[in-house]
């Protein structure tokens, strides 16, 4: 387990699985994670048990289950995907499911030690993310962490009736250690 100031990442359990789909189907949080579709709990069922079987070694991938550091309340879930140990890079994911946590830096927090984990623990260099231009609330916060804007894909979601970008962001190991140097917590 992994203490930010607010969260604590913990790998994900079969236990997770009611938690999760109480918020999992929610049009507001769905609509930013790219795929709007509602998802049955059997479907999401089967990603649980893949998910707390991943080794990022073997499977290139390494998923939290973000936690409320003082309840041990679940609220999101946090990851880095197409892990490259040749070229030490991987994309960053992260959503809270409970918008009962929005807005009050739980996002901000489980994204710092996500980082720490990438930077300090399994020594990338380069993390990337994509986002949606309609998700402001989310940019702030990779912003927050010092991810920078690389690209842009023009038009790429339809959601809501228009089109919308999706923004590359990235960030390095050398400027996230500005903030968090070697031998410091986050």
Known sequence: MYDGELTTL???ELDDLDEIMKHWNNFDLRK???DAIPVSSESEKEWLDRAS???PWRDRD????VTDKKTGNLIGGAGLHDISFDSKHAEFGISIYNPDYWEKGYGSDATIVTLWIAFHIMGLNSLMLRVFSYNPRAIRTYEKAGFKKVGVLRQRKFIEGAYHAEIIMDILAEEFFERYPPGTKP
């Open 53 to 55: 079987k991943l080794n």
């Open 62 to 65: 390494i998923v939290f289950a």
């Open 32 to 34: 930013f994670l790219g």
């Open 10 to 12: 913990r790998a994900f």
